[in-house]
């Protein structure tokens, strides 16, 4: 199988392309903006800017995601106590939250001492969300991101807040960072790189939502009403959007900051009561109860897990040597195993009958 040159991926990871010399177009994008992303004087200021203009001027300067996990709990603490800002922070339950997530959350909350609302949306059309991803990508995922933030950013909207800032890791936000990949997401990176206006930040959402339509229309040509009740329940109203005064900006704050996993889990545990998951280790999550299931999904349909898109972002930032990367992703993908309990949520959840899931895996 031809892999990248570069990086790890591999020829069988989605809307990979290799060019003449056996370089992939997530290696290429990166190159591309390398001097930006890693320009943190830079960066920096323009964050300072972006809050700046706001600071104040509003009841809520920003509204923060927060998922009981360890990167959305140290931004939280971050623009409280070190930005000063005042702080709505709000949780997508996506309905496989862990208690060991909800409990982060309750104390993270209590410590930060912020405003926080929890969102459910009803199960029924949740459920239908998760199943049309999975018919679309195989894996349920983004029918969790999309609700998360897409409500993070109506909400926002609605409440007149004008940040929206969330905790996606570099690794998250770049796994796949191409111009032509599948993730709705890419169009808020180059849009965190300089200063927003107003237009800049309308353009950049109707990119947004072109890609997701792009996303969700794959399965077939005639339109789903899902995909009407996934703009309703999901997104503004983009008509409200063309005339609104205030447009949120959508920032993920470890775009303008240096990203330390291991630095951010003691600081946490020293200064929040923050608990590690039983099964801590690199880029692992443990808010998420069907997490292993999809991971284990992701392997068998796709041939990798999520750890790999993830690596191989840090062999790009030059953060982890290609063989070292290697040598982890050979690890991981040998000590793989049916995770049964979190399948037999996952089924239990979305109505899928697992002896006929198991059958397709096979
Ligand atoms: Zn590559």
Redesign the pocket.
């Known amino acids: 199988m031809k892999t990248?040159?570069?990086?790890?991926?591999s020829e069988n990871f989605p809307g990979i392309k290799f060019d003449r010399k056996g370089?992939?177009n997530?290696?290429s994008t990166y190159n591309k903006y390398k001097a930006r992303l890693t320009d943190y004087n830079t960066l920096k200021k323009i964050f300072m800017k972006k809050i700046q203009q706001v600071k104040g001027k509003y009841e809520y300067d920003c509204l923060v995601g927060i998922s009981g996990g360890k990167d959305s709990s140290y931004i939280l603490y971050m623009l409280k106590n070190h930005y000063k800002l005042n702080v709505l922070a709000y949780t997508f339950d996506n309905g496989f939250m862990t208690e060991y997530a909800k409990n982060n959350i309750k104390n993270v909350i209590e410590n930060v001492d912020v405003d926080h609302f929890f969102y459910k949306p009803n199960w029924d059309f949740q459920r239908r969300v998760y199943k049309k991803m999975m018919n679309i990508m195989g894996i349920p995922c983004k029918g969790c991101s999309l609700g998360m933030y897409g409500t993070s950013f109506k909400f926002a909207f609605e409440k007149n807040i004008p940040l929206v800032i969330h905790g996606r890791s570099p690794q998250q936000m770049l796994r796949e960072f191409a111009p032509d990949s599948r993730d709705p997401f890419v169009p808020f990176i180059e849009n965190s790189l300089s200063e927003n206006n107003k237009e800049k930040q309308l353009k950049t959402l109707l990119e947004f939502a072109k890609r997701l339509e792009k996303l969700l229309s794959i399965e077939n040509e005639k339109e789903d009403p899902l995909i009407d009740e996934i703009r309703t329940k999901f997104f503004p109203d983009v008509s409200r959007l063309l005339d609104a005064d205030m447009i949120p900006d959508f920032m993920g704050y470890f775009i303008y900051h240096e990203y330390d996993e291991e630095k951010i889990k003691s600081f946490l545990e020293k200064n929040l009561n923050w608990r590690r998951a039983e099964n801590d280790g690199l880029l692992t999550h443990g808010d998420c109860y069907i997490h292993d299931a999809v991971e284990y999904l992701r392997y068998k349909k796709q041939g990798h897990t999520i750890m790999i898109p993830e690596l191989?972002v840090m062999v790009?930032q030059g953060k982890i040597s290609r063989e070292k990367a290697l040598e982890i992703m050979r690890k991981e993908l040998a000590k793989i195993v049916e995770p049964r309990e979190s399948m037999m949520i996952l089924c239990r959840s979305l109505g899928l009958d697992y002896g006929k899931l198991k059958k397709e895996l096979d």
């Open positions: 990248c040159k570069a990086c790890i991926l370089i992939c997530f290696c191989a790009r």
